[in-house]
Nanobody, 127 residues
Framework: QVQLVESGGGLVQAGGSLRLSCAASGRTFSSYAMGWFRQAPGKERDFVAT????????YYADSVKGRFTISRDNAKNTVYLQMNSLKPEDTAVYYC????????????????????WGQGTQVTVSS
């Protein structure tokens, strides 16, 4: 099993940047594909980005492509989400999630594929 703790959220003006971190417990972090999801007030939780456990492959929602970058440091058991050119519509609670996989290149973008979730971190973008 793995436990996830997000950090790095906060209040930022439109056009600004934030970097979210997700620290994972457990010795086998490198065998987990990771994802970021977000949930805006009154809306369903949506996919944002995912990274394979090898770090070689990534995939993004169209709404964040070109602005957000997902990365990981397996030595530090941490996955990151660098968010640039933030917009008010990026305001949401951001969650990281993990799924164990034997495939170093596999990506997962459906919420139901992830059994492990963090508690979330709030990102608010003011206009």
């Amino acid at each position: 099993q793995v436990q996830l703790v997000e950090s790095g959220g906060g209040l930022v003006q439109a056009g600004g940047s934030l970097r979210l971190s997700c620290a994972a417990s457990g010795r086998t972090f490198s065998s987990y594909a990771m994802g970021w999801f977000r949930q805006a007030p009154g809306k369903e939780r949506d996919f944002v980005a995912t990274i394979s456990w090898s770090g070689r492959n990534t995939y993004y929602a169209d709404s964040v492509k070109g602005r957000f970058t997902i990365s990981r440091d397996n030595a530090k058991n941490t996955v990151y989400l660098q968010m640039n050119s933030l917009k008010p519509e990026d305001t949401a609670v951001y969650y990281c999630a993990a799924v164990s996989t034997y495939s170093g290149g596999s990506l997962y973008y459906r919420q139901g594929e992830y059994p492990y979730w963090g508690q979330g971190t709030q990102v608010t973008v003011s206009s």
